[in-house]
């Protein structure tokens, strides 16, 4: 079995711990060690960051962070349970601009039927989360059923999507009424307990994904198919529902990032949600899961999404590199992840 | 010119599995070489080190007085050494003139000479007497076809010494004779040949040498002639075949727990109808592609399979699903570990305990009882591993077979068909595992062994159905098992 470069150095960390006459130990640690990386590098970034400019770490600039990660992490969550599973999802940048565009159009269209602001919102919340995971469904069977691609599936579905929404919105902006913006503006703008609400359903979205990876039957399944599908299938598993559950999940992870993300603006535009897929993709692999499937963590992905919006943050507090330059930047950082990674099985 | 090749203390490990434990012997020129050894002893891999597809860890390959190291196939081909794996190197979507001269394509300036290549295609393959045009697509070709196209190939690299690995494995009766004729003709015009192979019979008519191996060792060589079958396979297995396998307790003659009439797995089998008793070892013999493992693949539902009737302790069944299979008592362990059987890459517990992960969830996962559920299994089915944690892949071949055994068993199933259950595995750990299905049998539960290795069938099974070209072609008796028996039915000689 080949080894990434870092395995080298923790080896040689091991040995000096531990005779070899513990290779049990030895390798435990080795593992621990690979799964903590992200942190690592996290955490390496932040003190860089803290170095250049003192305000990185200031409370508002950390909430501020992790606000704005919070759309891109929410799917990232979901994402990982495709990618670990095998497979892809292409279009969740553009599902996003849909179901903003269509929980707007849903919201104003109801607010004269319906009596307070509040119900009206509640209403179009609940209807972003299930668009979302109706649009995951019928991914989810197409790919399992209909024997398509995830890839060509989703490409396909990227391209649906943003062009519903360019027509719904006849090719300009679906903005929010005013006194539903009012009423909703607290879901983006309000805290609790200190902490922005984005930042408590990231978490709890991401404490949940965790919990399901490892602790439920249904992860363990996801992670089986990936790692190789035809032995899952041969140990009766039922591969194509887990696989159109991990659909469905990820949808779900969109309607609620949307939901979190459209009282920010209040208003939904064929802008919205550009490259998201890209963004969740590279949160999910920087945080340590192989594209190919099989193995993976939602706490990597977490971290990932963290590392790669706190360098924009950076770049932007600091004058070094240009902020155009940006997604160079995060380019670099994701084929640097990679490179580390290669070999790995 | 025949080559004079010498192997010295070659070692080779794959990751911390030893599979070469210093072998040496000598190649004499000129000599149609019988390599013999079980599954895993080690014979593919000192070949494949020989022609260049492997490096060895230490050691020495002596050809024609130099010390040689070959970094790839194509330096091992320059010295005049090809070898013709298991599986083709054919790309099934060139032709077969592309495929003969791949990586060694003639040119005409900074042109391919499409023309010189196929002329040259249609000698070799004439040589090798196979009649089609060099232009067709490998795709099309039928696998006896493909090997002899491997062979031109190797004659058109100008081979003086041409290994072939198991070459009759997926061979008629018919095709074999006709490679056996080609082998002959090679060996006249001074090629050497290195025939490996766990089929005595085959070894006993064309070689004049054999070579044993066992357990990454140089075992015994000896003139062909002057051994008997009976001689080679205890050499082989290293001790008393008789050694090797439980004693046999009587059949079995209780009520039919899986009964099979007339089931169909279109393009695969057809009407085929047998049943097995609780406490028994039915066997299932037959060639590659007589449709033994895709019968039971579709009585699993991992295929479509048409009429006939199914019923499991009486009650008629009908599988969509190897879940529903599962759920049944009714589980089965693919003949492809790596593919199929195992996930290699992930936890020892996490390979164990998925098929059964209901009895860990309550609803969340139990990680302490699968555990528990590992430390028995660990001890229960003898596997030697120094770390729990470790991925699949750290085991060696028969640990990971006892590995996907013990998975299959989790679901405490009724009904267990095991397909080529010691493919891969070394002599010691093929003992444990013939021990280990008897055990499981004598607690009452109904076994099939799918096994394309006869003395297996007949050393372990009380019946032994034999399938040819999909269908049932006769179900032995213990009484009436014996190899010649068996080999009459499976090739349809009978």
């Known amino acids: 079995m080949s080894q990434a470069p870092t395995d080298t150095a923790a080896r040689s960390l091991d040995a ?330 | 010119m025949a080559l004079q090749v010498s192997f010295r203390e070659v070692v080779k490990s794959f990751g911390p599995v030893r599979v070469l434990h210093g072998v040496s012997f000598d190649l004499e020129p000129g000599r ?152 002959r003709r090679l060996h006249e015009q001074g090629v050497a040949i290195v025939y490996i192979s766990h089929k005595l019979d085959e070894v006993e008519r064309i070689t004049d040498e054999i070579v044993v191996m066992r357990d990454g060792r140089f075992v015994a060589r000896a003139p062909t002639a002057s051994v008997t079958r009976q001689e080679m396979a205890n050499l082989m297995v290293g001790r008393e075949l008789s050694d090797m396998f439980p004693p046999k307790a009587l059949a079995p003659d209780g009520p039919s727990l899986l009964e099979v009439h007339g089931l169909s797995v279109p393009g695969w089998a057809h009407d085929v109808s047998f049943d097995l008793r609780a406490g028994e070892i039915l066997g299932f013999a037959g060639l590659v592609g007589s449709g033994r493992t895709e019968l039971f693949e579709g009585l699993l539902g991992l295929r479509p399979s048409s009429g006939g009737e199914i019923r499991l302790a009486g009650l008629p069944v009908r599988f969509a699903s190897p879940k529903q299979a599962a759920r049944h008592g009714l589980t089965y362990l693919s003949e492809d570990r790596k593919g199929r059987g195992l996930h290699v890459r992930l936890p020892l517990v996490d390979n164990l305990t998925l098929m059964d992960l209901d009895r860990h969830a309550r609803p969340w996962l139990d990680h302490r009882s699968e555990r528990r559920a590992l430390q028995q299994a660990v001890a229960e089915f003898g596997i030697r591993c120094n770390d729990l944690d470790a991925p699949a892949s750290s085991l060696s071949g028969g640990n990971q077979q006892k590995l996907a055994i013990a998975k299959v068993l989790q679901p405490a199933p009724r009904v267990v068909v095991l397909d080529e259950p010691t493919r891969g595995v070394d002599v010691g750990a093929k003992r444990d595992i013939y021990f280990l299905i008897r055990r499981l049998a004598d607690e009452g539960r109904g076994i099939v062994v799918i096994s394309s290795e006869l003395v297996e069938l007949i050393g372990l099974c009380h019946r032994v159905v034999v399938m040819r070209a999909g269908r049932v072609q006769a179900t032995l008796a213990a009484t009436q098992l014996t190899e010649e028996e068996l080999i009459a039915h499976v090739t349809g000689t009978h």
């Open chain 1, 16 to 345: 000096a711990l531990e005779p070899a006459s513990k290779p049990a130990f030895a390798s435990r640690l080795r593992r621990r060690l690979v799964g903590a990386r992200p942190l690592i590098g996290l955490v390496l970034v932040c003190i860089a960051g803290q170095l250049l400019n003192a305000d990185f770490g200031t409370w508002d600039n950390v909430m501020n962070v992790l606000t704005r990660t919070a759309f891109i992490g929410i799917i990232a969550v979901g994402m990982c349970f495709v990618i670990i599973g095998g497979g892809i999802d292409l279009s969740v940048g553009s599902m996003a601009a849909l179901i903003a565009g269509a929980e707007i159009l849903l919201m104003n269209a109801l607010a004269p039927h319906l009596g307070s602001a509040a119900s009206v919102v509640l209403v179009g919340l609940a209807a972003a989360v299930t668009m979302g995971a109706v649009f995951g469904l019928a991914h989810g069977l197409l790919i399992t059923k209909g024997s398509i691609e995830p890839f060509i599936v989703t490409l396909g579905t990227l391209g649906i999507f943003r062009a519903v929404l360019t027509w719904l919105a006849d090719g300009g902006a679906i903005t929010l009424d005013g006194t539903l913006a009012e009423a909703y503006a607290p879901i983006y703008y309000g805290s609790l307990l200190g902490l922005p609400i984005p930042i408590w359903v990231f978490a709890a979205m991401a404490f949940a994904g965790a919990y399901l990876l490892n602790n439920t039957r249904y992860g363990r399944y996801v992670q089986a198919i990936g790692s190789n599908e035809q032995v899952a299938r041969y140990a009766a598993v039922a591969v194509d529902r887990v696989k159109i559950v991990s659909y469905v999940l990820l949808g779900a992870c969109v309607g609620v990032a949307t939901v979190l993300y459209v009282p920010r603006l209040g208003s939904a535009s064929p802008t919205t949600g550009l490259l998201w897929e890209l963004e969740a993709i590279a949160a999910v692999i920087v945080g340590g899961t192989a594209l190919k499937g099989g193995s993976g963590s939602v706490f990597g992905t977490v971290m990932g999404a963290v590392l790669l919006s706190v360098i924009s943050n950076i770049l932007n507090l600091t004058s070094i590199i240009s902020v155009y330059l940006n997604a160079a930047v995060q380019g670099v950082v994701i084929i640097i992840v990679a490179f580390l990674q290669r070999g790995r099985r």
């Open chain 2, 32 to 183: 149609v070489l019988g390599l013999l050894g079980e599954n895993g002893a080690g014979k593919t891999t000192l070949m494949k080190i020989l022609a260049g597809y492997e490096t060895m860890n230490s050691g020495e390959l002596v050809i024609d007085g130099n010390a040689q190291r070959f970094a790839d196939s194509r330096a091992a081909e320059a010295a005049g050494i090809v070898m013709i794996h298991q599986e083709f190197n054919l790309a099934d979507d060139l032709t077969v003139a592309q495929n003969i001269f791949l990586g060694h394509e003639l040119m005409r300036g900074f042109r391919l000479d499409h023309a010189a290549m196929r002329r040259e295609a249609a000698r070799v393959l004439q040589q090798v007497g196979l009649d089609i045009d060099p232009d067709t697509r490998t795709r099309e070709l039928i696998v006896a076809e493909k090997q002899l196209v491997e062979i031109a190939k190797a004659l058109s690299r100008r081979a003086r010494l041409l290994v072939m690995d198991e070459p009759t494995a997926t061979l008629t009766p018919t095709e074999t004779e006709r490679l056996f004729a080609l082998i």
